[in-house]
């Protein structure tokens, strides 16, 4: 059975940082890709970063680059979102997903998604 499971949300103050964590099992861990989405309330899940399965390219939205950085650790089946600076508006909740193929933000149809976890920003 495949398990994603994600860590390291809470609430927080605008300009902090977090480290989300994503331990995944029941797959080979190298050879999918991963990503991390968010979902706000009333907004549609969106695409947050990715790395491929060899940790050598990664992709970042917009609204985060130069703030985010995503890193896997492919001998510990982990994939980790570090956080700088957050916004309010990085409010939601958070979701790591793994599929064989690209992530690239054009598509959410991915193989296998977390259940979540919630970072909260108050200004």
């Known amino acids: 059975q495949v398990q994603l499971v994600e860590s390291g949300g809470g609430p927080v103050q605008a300009g902090d940082s977090l480290r989300l964590s994503c331990t995944v099992s029941?797959?080979?861990?190298?050879?999918?890709?991963m990503g991390w989405f968010r979902q706000a309330p009333g907004k549609p899940r969106e695409f947050v970063a990715s790395?491929?399965?060899?940790?050598?390219?990664?992709l970042y939205a917009d609204s985060v680059k130069g703030r985010f950085f995503c890193y896997r650790e492919n001998s510990m089946n982990t994939f980790h979102l570090s956080m700088t600076n957050l916004k309010p508006d990085d409010t939601a909740v958070y979701y790591c997903a793994a599929d064989q193929r690209c992530i690239t933000g054009a598509r959410v149809d991915l193989e296998y998604w977390g259940q979540g976890t919630q970072v909260t920003v108050s200004s």
């Open positions: 790395i491929s399965w060899s940790g050598v390219t990664a």
């Open positions: 029941g797959l080979t861990f190298r050879d999918y890709a």
